[in-house]
Nanobody
Framework: QVQLVESGGGSVQAGGSLRLSCAGS????????MAWFRQAPGKEREGVAA????????FYADSVKGRFTISQDNAKNTVYLQMNSLKPEDTAMYYC???????????????????WGQGTQVTVSS
């Protein structure tokens, strides 16, 4: 019954920006760990950013710190990933994930996520 639906992917040139959205349903919004992952062809799945919805604590991979921002909108039961200064190496399928429910000490980009969306493609050209 839990569903996560991503949107906002697309194709941009290096240096451009995109804003990804993850709309959740079928669960209580508060006290969850929500995250964004990405996977490029032939590469391992990589945790990008996470947010604890109960208090707003955020976590980022070193490769995106200062460029990406994860945020939440409680009223819309949605999490976002604002991606700025995009690089060709950011090209990947981006997935939304959720750990429902959890505590803040168990939230992060290496947490155990049991729910996943279908993904949205991000392509960054040189």
């Amino acid at each position: 019954q839990v569903q996560l639906v991503e949107s906002g992917g697309g194709s941009v040139q290096a240096g451009g920006s995109l804003r990804l959205s993850c709309a959740g349903s079928g669960y209580t919004y508060n006290n969850n760990c929500m995250a964004w992952f990405r996977q490029a062809p032939g590469k391992e799945r990589e945790g990008v950013a996470a947010i604890y919805t109960g208090g707003g604590s955020t976590f980022y991979a070193d490769s995106v710190k200062g460029r990406f921002t994860i945020s939440q909108d409680n009223a819309k039961n949605t999490v976002y990933l604002q991606m700025n200064s995009l690089k060709p190496e950011d090209t990947a399928m981006y997935y939304c994930a959720a750990d429902i429910p959890t505590i803040v000490t168990m939230c992060g980009i290496s947490a155990d996520f049991g729910y996943w969306g279908q993904g949205t493609q991000v392509t960054v050209s040189s």
